[in-house]
């Protein structure tokens, strides 16, 4: 039987993403056995800064690229918000699987459930600057703290470090079932570009695997994070910078959203974009902003 191997981080969600992708793959390719590589990246190892801190692109990613560059794995799965917008020469994302909700949540330590109840001086958890310049809107009083790891341990730390509420992805929790065990409210923030999105990352001359991942690329996902990523792109953000964008397709007209802040909120300029097609969508909305700064 042939085997193809798939590299994903060691986490619960990243595992659980990378699963999907596979059980998409399995259903189509039945006779191919699909073995799951795991290895922690720089972004997993440095729990203590804030990710804007640590200073290098590619913080989930760049270990599981270099097994892509050197043969070791024929592909891998990722959340498509921690890719940075421009690739290394070789690679490509190869699939975008259907978006599951972009939306961030705000989890509450105890008996809350609206933000708007929060003392203004209320600690709150992130390790996103991007939250943290939206939050700050809602109330400058707001105690901002660093908050890192996975999904489980960011909700054990919410606790033993006396944190009111959290800030996480909705989609996370989704995928690993645990929205029921959480008292959450979602917030009204522009999210991370490509949130919510799993994505696969090929190297560009693997034209077998790239062939079977067409199966299982949505088109409408791909039209708008695309968008998404190059309106990031255009202003010089990064995957940890204080800027957000999220498109929409309905009716055949695509709207993308979008901010970009300084790191302290202070400057925060908002806009939209709207057209028919979403070719340049994304620069369009960038340009629009930038000529505001």
Do not use: W
């Not at 975008?96 to 509450?108: A, L, S």
Request: charged letters at 25%; proline letters at 2%.
């Amino acid at each position: 039987m042939k085997i193809i191997k798939v590299a994903s981080r060691k986490s619960m969600l990243a595992l659980k993403q990378t699963q999907i992708v596979v059980d998409m793959l399995k259903k189509i390719y039945p006779n191919i056995k699909f073995e799951i590589v795991t290895i922690d990246t720089l972004g997993d190892k440095n729990l203590n800064n804030k990710l804007s801190q640590i200073g290098s692109k590619g913080l989930f990613t760049q270990e599981i690229e270099d097994m892509l560059i050197k043969g070791e794995v024929s592909m891998a799965v990722h959340s498509l918000k921690d890719i940075p917008t421009q690739l290394s020469e070789n690679l490509q994302i190869s699939a975008y699987i259907k978006r599951d909700t972009n939306k961030d949540i705000m989890i509450f330590a105890k008996n809350c459930s609206n933000i708007y109840d929060l003392p203004k001086n209320a600690k709150i958890g992130t390790s996103s600057i991007r939250r943290e310049v939206q939050l700050k809107k809602i109330s400058p009083g707001f105690e901002i703290c660093n908050i890192r790891g996975n999904i489980q341990t960011r909700l054990r730390k919410m606790k033993e470090e006396n944190f009111d509420a959290i800030v996480l992805a909705k989609a996370g929790l989704k995928r690993l079932d645990m929205l029921k065990d959480v008292n959450y409210q979602e917030l009204p923030f522009i999210s991370a570009s490509g949130q919510g999105c799993i994505c696969v990352e090929t190297t560009s001359d693997n034209e077998e695997i790239i062939s079977m991942l067409e199966k299982i690329n949505d088109k409408t996902t791909m039209d708008c994070v695309m968008q998404e990523r190059e309106f990031l792109d255009y202003i010089g953000g990064g995957c940890h910078s204080p800027a957000g964008a999220y498109c929409t397709k309905k009716d055949n007209i695509y709207k993308i959203i979008g901010f970009k802040s300084d790191i302290d909120g202070t400057s925060f300029i908002y806009d939209e974009q709207i057209s028919q097609a979403p070719e340049n969508l994304g620069i369009d909305l960038a340009k629009k902003i930038m000529s505001k700064i």
